[in-house]
């Protein structure tokens, strides 16, 4: 069993910062990849960021130049910085983990709102 444990959601005015934090945990083969999804009310998931096993990044344009995405190995960690965040960023984010077998695993989700 693999969990993923959530964290640093909540309510920011526009121009804020929020870090949000995602570790995993249990029966996990090597991680591959770890990123980040959010969705909007409404509207489907779409990606925000990705960092490989080897360190390389992936982001969204809409969020370039304002989140940054940071993996920590030893602890199968993965955060995402956000600066200068936007109501048009107000959605539940999903952590997302690819092992190296190519499992996938999901967070529960954590709710970021972002007023103006």
């Known amino acids: 069993q693999v969990q993923l444990v959530e964290s640093g959601g909540g309510l920011v005015q526009a121009g804020g910062s929020l870090t949000l934090s995602c570790a995993a945990s249990g029966s996990i083969v090597s991680i591959n990849r770890m990123g980040w999804y959010r969705q909007a009310a409404g509207k489907q998931r779409d990606l925000v960021a990705t960092?490989?096993?080897?360190?390389?990044?992936n982001y969204a344009d809409s969020v370039k130049d304002r989140f940054t995405i940071y993996r920590d190995n030893a602890k199968n960690t993965v955060l995402l910085q956000m600066n200068n965040l936007k109501p048009e960023d107000t959605a539940v984010y999903y952590c997302?983990?690819?092992?190296?077998?190519?499992?996938?695993?999901w967070g529960q989700g954590t709710q970021v709102t972002v007023s103006s």
């Open positions: 997302n983990v690819l092992s190296m077998n190519f499992r996938e695993y």
């Open positions: 960092v490989s096993s080897g360190g390389r990044t």
